[in-house]
Every structure is written in structure tokens, then in C-alpha cells.
């Protein structure tokens, strides 16, 4: 599969991300891009993997400090200047001729003819990786992965693509994520054709997950958190409130634990057998779904028609069209009742936002019922956080501890300087009252339950957070973008502090600024200077350590 102009892209890129790796602005966020990327600690899979990694980070993934992707911006713009217009998705080979391949697109069903000099490609192979244009045509990446035979797994990222449900083409690392880390697609890439690795039994899984939690000091139990994982039917309503619940009340490693969880739903929900997908027959022959993804093949090879192929296809499937279409119309018509009345999308339902706007209007027409100023912006920010967040939570009694700690959090960050301790206790305080009614009103005691138990972690600090904020600030205006530091050492004079990067720095400051910090505390500003002549410049933002969780 190799062309000769193949590795002249790979170069051009490993010049672009070498000179990333020089500029030590970007130290600390090109290894959060590898802990992305690869997870974990970021520790590199394979030389496949490091070159896909390295095409994601200089042609795809914007950078926050340089405020827009590598490849468009200068001075690194001309080094990788021939790639532009490359394209990565997932790519099944449809046909083959003299020294080329046809390549079609599994996200919009586009067909690429790309050069294969080699012949490595054959029809039923599912291509992994990216395409660059050169003046011959197009031109597949040398760390591109290739699956043989591809129907399953072609299978099974078609079927996760219709799950998530997107509007948008995937970017490279979701690809990676989606296929490339599945366990079958390991087993294609590293195993005798037809030969799947043995699956890590799940009371090995199980195990993992306790000595996690154990050694974190959480008292979840892995065996209910197993059963949780058996019976739900899809894996975000177990897995965002889970990690939530670790953030604040652990220090479990957030990334292993999701991936544990990850790997144990996939256990007890496991995707149909290779052979099924594959079209090999099973006991009693081939399955309906098996024939289909056969023949879809065959066709697609054979550069049938796919207007008459897709015909073919229904009538194998009993479908009937002008009931699909008449089935279709009935969705449109469900789904534009959905939406909210201003046009901007569906209403996520539940009675958090219905119960907020009764317990206000009933303190407005109740002088009685005394609420602060700012409760209707509490209340909203908190409706709105709820809505917005990667698991929608839209109900009153899914509202957690954690909720509040980052509705608070928001509040102290939305507030004027000198006034962040009296808006998170006059946000908490407005918090309680509302809770208070609604079990009142819904005669329901456990309401806000983990609210009453939990102290927010802001609650308590929040006033010598701010006034070590107001301290380390200065009216200067920084040069560099700002970044988040763990408060390690503590002294008169100063404290010492590392960055995300690992790096440690010395700052400077007053005894008062110095007198209102605690180690843990996680200090937001700009570096000027380095060594003995680091300083903190411009406005400072401290936060408790629990933050974290709502920053990265």
C-alpha cells in the first residue's frame, strides 16, 4: 500500500509535531492531548498509533494555546502545507483496480479512489486511518490500520454511528476510540485471521474494579456497581453518576475506573459474534442481519446498482417502502412536537425547571416567603447546568451533592472578585430554602437528601479562597495564557506550586497571600518570569482541590 509520496506526508508531519515539542508553551497541553489520545497516562500503544496521534494533533485537534489547529497557524503552518484537505474516517474497500482502490467512506458513503501501487488492499477490508490528496490522487496514511476480513467490525462502527446519533463527522480520536480500541478490532490487528484473543473473564474485571476503589478510598462496592452495569440498557446513566460520586468523594483514578466500567458493560452486553457479522453460517445458518451485511458486500464489489441493490436488500428483509415512508413521516411529525416552542431544540422534560419556576412564582406573590434577589438566577444557573451537562439530568430528586458543588463553583467563578464568598452563601443558602419547599411541597423527605449530608467543599472556604485570589491578583496585564496550579509547599514568603505539566515553580508573594492558601488548593494565573523570579501576574482565581473535577 505504500506510494512513494506516503512517507514524504509522515515526515512532514513528524517535522510539524517535533516542532510542537520545542515550543514549551504547549509542554503541558500536548501530554493532555496524549492522555486523550491514548489514554491512561498517556504511555504510547504503538508506532501506528504515535503516527496517528501525531496527524490528529498538527491536522485536526484545535490548540487552546495557539487558538486554532497547528497546520493553519505560523510558523507551523508550513510545515505540513501539503496536507491540507486530508481526510480521516473508517473506509470499506469496495473494489480494486490496476494500482488503485476504491474506498468508501462509512460516515456519508462518499468513494475515494486511492493509489495502491502494492495491491495490499482487497475487497471486504475495512481501512482505518486517513487519506491525503496529492496531485496523482489520493494517497492512503502509512499508519493507517487495515482489517481483514472488515465485515464485522465495518458492522459494528456502523451500528455504534447510528447509537450515537450525530450531526457531525467524527474526528480522528473518535474514530480511534470507536474502532480502533474495540476488542475485536485488537484481536484483527494482532491475531490469525479468524482467531479472537481470549475475553478477560469478568470476575477478573470485577476484582480490578474493587482493588480500584479499595486502594482510592471510595465505599462503592464493585459488585453492585457489576449488577448496575448488567441491568442497565445503555452505559451513561450508570457511568456519569458513578464518576461524579468518586470526583468529590474519593481520590479513585477517574480514567481507569471509566474504563474498567467500560469494558464490564461491554462483558455483560457483548456485541453479536464475529461469525454472525461475517456472514459465516452459524447453528441453523445464516442470521437475517448476517445475510444482509453479506450481500450488501457482494453488491457493493461487484459495482451493482445501489439503488436496485438497497431494493433487493428491503424485499430480503420484508421490508415494505411505502410504509417506511409513511412510518418516517409519523417520526418528523413526534419529533417537531418535541421541540421546545422557541425552535431551539427538544425539551429535555423532567420536573426540576416546572418545580423552580412554581417556587418562584409562589415567592413572588407571597411576601411571606422571603427569597434572596438572586434566587431566580441561582435557580436557572442550576436548571441550566442540569440540562447541559454530558448526562442530562433533568428531574428534581437526580439533583446530587456533586450538582451542588458545581453549581457553587460556577457561582464563585461568575462573581465579582470581592464578592465570591457572599454569592456561593447566598447561592447555598437559596439552594436550601428551594429544597425545603419542594419537600414540603411533594411531601417527600429524601429530596435533596445528599444535599443536607454533604457540605459543599466550596461552602466552607469560599471566603479565604477569595481573599487569597484578591491577594495574589495584581493590576498587571499578563503576557501568557494562564494556568492551573496544585498548591505542594508553603512558607513566609512565598509557596511552591506544579503545573500540569509536572514542572515545579517557586511564586513570591506577601505573608498575607501566602497566610490564606492551604496545600491542595488549586491556584488559576498567569507566570511571568521563572526560577527565583516567578511571579504570579494579573487576576488569580484559588479554588479547593475538589474543582478539578469540573475543570479538565
Keep these: 500500500m505504500a506510494h512513494p509520496t506516503a512517507q514524504s506526508f509522515a515526515e512532514a508531519i513528524q517535522r510539524l509535531t ?29 508506532a501506528a498509533a504515535e503516527a496517528r496521534f501525531r496527524e490528529w494533533v498538527a491536522l485536526e485537534r484545535p490548540s487552546e494555546v495557539l487558538g486554532a489547529v497547528p497546520a493553519e497557524v505560523e510558523p507551523f503552518a508550513g510545515l505540513a502545507e501539503r496536507c491540507e484537505g486530508s481526510l480521516a474516517s473508517v473506509f470499506a474497500v469496495v473494489g480494486t483496480g490496476r494500482g488503485t482502490a476504491l474506498l468508501r467512506d462509512e460516515q456519508d458513503e462518499s468513494v475515494y479512489e486511492v493509489l495502491d501501487p502494492d495491491a495490499a488492499l482487497r475487497p471486504g477490508d475495512l481501512f482505518a486511518g486517513r487519506l491525503f490528496q496529492d496531485d496523482a490522487g489520493w494517497v492512503p ?81 464493585a459488585a453492585a456497581l457489576c449488577q448496575q452495569l448488567r441491568a442497565a440498557p445503555r452505559l451513561g446513566p450508570v457511568l456519569g453518576p458513578v464518576l461524579d460520586t468518586l470526583a468529590f468523594d474519593s481520590a479513585v483514578d477517574l480514567e481507569a475506573t471509566r474504563q474498567i466500567l467500560c469494558e464490564i458493560w461491554n462483558a455483560w452486553h457483548p456485541e453479536p459474534s ?45 421490508v415494505d417502502p411505502e410504509a417506511e415512508d409513511e412510518l418516517d413521516d409519523e417520526l418528523e411529525d413526534d419529533a ?15 420536573d426540576l425547571d416546572p418545580m423552580v419556576q412554581e417556587y418562584l412564582w409562589q415567592a413572588q406573590s ?39 458543588d458545581r453549581l457553587l463553583l460556577h457561582v464563585f467563578l461568575a462573581a465579582l472578585p470581592e464578592r465570591r464568598a457572599a454569592a456561593v452563601a447566598s447561592a447555598h443558602r437559596t439552594l436550601q430554602a428551594f429544597f425545603d419547599w419542594a419537600r414540603a411541597e411533594l411531601e417527600d423527605p429524601s429530596l435533596g437528601a445528599g444535599l443536607r449530608e454533604h457540605a459543599p467543599s466550596l461552602l466552607a472556604g469560599a471566603e479565604r479562597l477569595a481573599a487569597a485570589g484578591l491577594q495574589l491578583s495584581t493590576p498587571e496585564a499578563p503576557k501568557a495564557r494562564p494556568q492551573l496550579f496544585l498548591v505542594e509547599d508553603l512558607g513566609p514568603g512565598g509557596f511552591g506550586a506544579r503545573d500540569d505539566d509536572g514542572d515545579h515553580h517557586w511564586f513570591a508573594c506577601g505573608r498575607a497571600a501566602a497566610g490564606h492558601l492551604q496545600r491542595g488548593d488549586l491556584v488559576l494565573g498567569a507566570r511571568s518570569g521563572a526560577g527565583a523570579n516567578a511571579a504570579l501576574v494579573g487576576l488569580v482565581v484559588v479554588l479547593p482541590a475538589s474543582a478539578r473535577a469540573h475543570l479538565e
Design 336 to 350: 417537531a412536537a418535541e421541540d421546545g416552542a422557541d425552535g431551539t431544540g427538544p425539551d429535555p422534560g423532567g
Design 141 to 221: 496514511s502509512t499508519a493507517a490500520a487495515v482489517f481483514r476480513p472488515g465485515g464485522p467490525l465495518a458492522v459494528a462502527f456502523r451500528r455504534d454511528l447510528e447509537r450515537a446519533d450525530l450531526d457531525r463527522r467524527l474526528q480522528q480520536i473518535e474514530v480511534e476510540h470507536l474502532l480502533l480500541r474495540r476488542p475485536e478490532a485488537a484481536a484483527a490487528a494482532q491475531a490469525p485471521h479468524g482467531v479472537a484473543p481470549a475475553a478477560v473473564p469478568l470476575e477478573h474485571l470485577e476484582a480490578r474494579l474493587d482493588l480500584l476503589l479499595r486502594t482510592g478510598g471510595s465505599e462503592l462496592s
Design 366 to 404: 407571597d411576601p411571606a416567603q422571603a427569597v434572596a434577589a438572586d434566587a431566580g438566577e441561582v435557580l436557572a444557573a442550576l436548571v441550566r447546568l442540569q440540562h447541559n451537562g454530558p448526562l442530562v439530568r433533568p428531574d428534581l430528586d437526580q439533583v446530587t451533592a456533586a450538582d451542588a
Design 274 to 318: 464475529a461469525a454472525a457479522s461475517s456472514g459465516e453460517p452459524p447453528a441453523g445458518g445464516l442470521s437475517l442481519g448476517a445475510q444482509l451485511a453479506q450481500k450488501l458486500d457482494a453488491g457493493l464489489a461487484a459495482h451493482r446498482d445501489v439503488g436496485e441493490l438497497f431494493a433487493e436488500l428491503e424485499k430480503l428483509a420484508g
Design 18 to 46: 517535533a516542532a510542537l515539542a520545542k515550543d514549551l508553551r504547549l509542554r503541558a497541553e500536548l501530554h493532555r492531548a496524549r492522555r486523550s489520545w491514548f489514554g491512561g497516562d498517556g504511555v504510547v500503544g504503538d
